[in-house]
């Protein structure tokens, strides 16, 4: 099925879950990661994971569900920041997906674009914005995240947010080298559940954990890194649970690895 408005020979497609395939435990792919603290317990929590993996998932997607569980599961720990981006390309199917976006799809559209690919298909984890995988193999996608870390290849450039009255002081302290990094706040809320009435899932309940509702722009890192401070009321006002800093390189416009992260918490 070729998606409306795309250029010609671009296809999205489905895998099926890889039925009997033995996902390693986490504990154990994930082997060697330390956990980072933020210090002392405040009202506002601030946490630096060692890996990002994005799921472009579905509601309307019967292959879905294996993976919208393995992300609950890595959302169980501190380690990884897994974050749900529902695309709106199975709407079609009978079921609207009632957290997809047209963002979403087009974010998950310009990484096929980054990664040399010609389609796009759910359920897809992209892993540090480095790496993309069958969203639902767990082991695959836990072993990527420890080997980027082992290659210097993690989250390597400090996102330090601390609180400071009513807003949260956000700094950057250098420009990675060779990268146009950009600083953005995605906005997530940390679960949710949704009977499904129709479509390809008909007659289920699933739980969603991490559902992004909105990713804005904060500045680009110029040479001085970048300095600013975020109001907490501003935040809130955006009406999600929860959010993170996520600094990523571009290259041509296409989004490139992720270079560092800090989640907040308990606004």
């Known amino acids: 099925m070729v998606i409306a408005g795309r ?8 895998f099926p879950h890889p039925a009997g395939h033995p996902a390693a435990s986490l504990r154990a792919a ?15 929590e601030f946490k ?7 799921l472009f998932t579905s509601q309307g997607c019967s292959s879905c569900p294996p993976a919208d569980k393995a992300l609950g599961e890595f959302n169980r720990r501190d380690e990884v920041l897994g ?3 529902h695309v709106d390309y199975w709407d079609r199917l009978g079921w609207k997906d009632t957290f997809a976006s047209p963002e979403n799809t087009q974010r998950q559209w310009r990484y096929a674009t980054a990664l040399g690919e010609r389609q796009v298909y759910t359920p897809q984890a992209i892993v540090n914005g480095r790496a993309h995988f069958v969203g639902s193999r767990k082991g695959e996608i836990a072993a990527a995240a420890e080997r980027f870390s082992r290659e210097g290849k993690g989250l390597t450039v400090p996102v330090e947010a601390t609180l400071e009255g009513n807003a949260i002081h956000v700094r950057v302290p250098f420009k990675p080298e060779a990268a146009d990094a950009t600083l953005y706040m995605v906005y997530y809320d940390g679960e949710r559940e949704v009977e499904i ?3 390809e899932n008909a007659g289920r309940t699933l739980r969603y954990t991490n559902i992004v509702g909105k990713m804005e722009t904060i500045g680009m890192v110029d040479a001085a890194g970048i300095d600013l401070k975020l109001a907490i009321d501003d935040i809130r006002q955006k009406g999600y649970s929860d959010c993170a ?4 390189s571009k ?15 308990d606004l």
Do not use: C, D, N, W
Request: net charge positive.
């Open 48 to 54: 630096q994971p060692l890996a990002v993996v994005e």
């Open 245 to 248: 800093l996520i600094l990523q």
């Open 197 to 199: 009435r129709r479509g």
């Open 7 to 14: 250029k010609k020979g671009y296809r999205e497609k489905r």
């Open 30 to 44: 994930l082997m060697g990661f330390a956990l980072l603290s933020a210090g002392p317990a405040q009202a506002v």
């Open 83 to 85: 974050l749900a981006l």
């Open 251 to 265: 290259h041509k416009g296409a989004p490139g690895p992720i270079l560092g992260a800090t989640v907040i918490s």
